[in-house]
Nanobody, 126 residues
Framework: QLQLVESGGGLVQPGGSLRLTCAASGFTLDYYSIGWFRQAPGREREGVSC????????YYTESVKGRFTISRDAAKNTVYLQMNRLQPEDTAVYYC???????????????????WGQGIQVTVSK
């Protein structure tokens, strides 16, 4: 059974950095994409960044371009989200998700994914 486990969240001051980790297990990853989504209180969930495990193609939502970087370590079945220059509006619960046979743009824009992690809190505050 496919499992996704997030780690690396926490409290950081504005302008600071965090790195989120999504460890995947239980399935063959070749044709999957992994994405990071977030949901703040009172707001809809949004796709932050997605990456294809087969070819490494990526997608970022506009508000994080130039600040966040998604990457993968195929040997470890792990995806990272490096978040720099964090702002209070980045505060949310961040979820890792996996979806097979999709494009990274479709995955991030629709959020209709088969597998989800439990979520991890990221708080940006003074």
């Amino acid at each position: 059974q496919l499992q996704l486990v997030e780690s690396g969240g926490g409290l950081v001051q504005p302008g600071g950095s965090l790195r989120l980790t999504c460890a995947a297990s239980g399935f063959t990853l070749d044709y999957y994409s992994i994405g990071w989504f977030r949901q703040a209180p009172g707001r809809e969930r949004e796709g932050v960044s997605c990456i294809s495990l087969s070819d490494g193609s990526t997608y970022y939502t506009e508000s994080v371009k130039g600040r966040f970087t998604i990457s993968r370590d195929a040997a470890k079945n792990t995806v990272y989200l490096q978040m720099n220059r964090l702002q209070p509006e980045d505060t949310a619960v961040y979820y890792c998700a996996a979806e097979g046979w999709t494009t990274v743009q479709n995955m991030c824009l629709t959020g209709q994914n088969d597998y989800w992690g439990q979520g991890i809190q990221v708080t940006v505050s003074k």
